[in-house]
T-cell receptor
């Protein structure tokens, strides 16, 4: 089954404790992206990747890191989480980059992160 | 910069009512436009899209037409069902880069 998986689905942590949220897709998609969803703010793009070893900042990259060492995986790293990073996070992938193609994005089920 | 503005929710309608959710955008080029839907507890999924002016996207009884002259992509459905209750997001992707911009979402609640 074609899908995007994220782990963990729920995470409660404390300020400053490094964490990683994993994302994996089995569709051989080139483009992958991370979003956060907050009430009243909708979805905001954190980082995206056009392909292996190619990553770019979205609209809200501060406090986050990503890497793309393999085509299928795109982990999101919070090196020193803070309470303002409490949010619902979504990973997504698409066949190719957004530019010019209008490709559909496939979303993972979400990771609810709470930082105390 | 690019932006997407959609009507504030929540929107509450009775079953079989006509639905319109407004979406307008600001973009420097010729973006592709999307509507995504998020059912409770799930990720987003594509509802419909349009990639050029005057295109009409349609799916599951929903429609939206890409209007370049009014920079709009309003979502419509002739007769809503309780199962349409969800959050709807309008989004655009520009051709000059690979960022994707979402609106803030509109929560729709359909009463039986």
């Amino acid at each position: 089954e074609a899908q995007v998986t994220q782990n963990p689905r729920y995470l409660i942590t404390v300020t400053g404790k490094k964490l990683t949220v994993t994302c994996s897709q089995n569709m051989n998609h080139e483009y992958m992206s991370w979003y956060r969803q907050d009430p009243g703010l909708g979805l905001r793009q954190i980082y995206y990747s056009m392909n292996v070893e190619v990553t770019d900042k979205g609209d809200v990259p501060e406090g986050y890191k990503v890497s793309r060492k393999e085509k299928r995986n795109f982990p999101l790293i919070l090196e020193s989480p803070s309470p303002n990073q409490t949010s619902l996070y979504f990973c997504a992938s698409s066949l190719s980059g957004a530019a010019g193609g209008g490709y559909e994005q496939y979303f993972g089920p979400g990771t609810r992160l709470t930082v105390t | 910069g690019d932006s997407v503005t959609q009507m504030e929710g929540p929107v509450t309608l009775s079953e079989e009512a006509f639905l319109t959710i407004n979406c307008t955008y600001t973009a420097t080029g010729y973006p592709s436009l999307f509507w995504y839907v998020q059912y409770p507890g799930e990720g987003l999924q594509l509802l419909l899209k349009a990639t050029k002016a005057d295109d009409k996207g349609s799916n599951k009884g929903f429609e939206a037409t890409y209007r370049k002259e009014t920079t709009s992509f309003h979502l419509e459905k002739g007769s809503v069902q309780v199962s349409d209750s969800a959050v709807y997001f309008c989004a655009l992707s520009e051709r000059r880069d690979d960022k994707i911009i979402f609106g803030k979402g509109t929560r729709l609640h359909i009463l039986p």
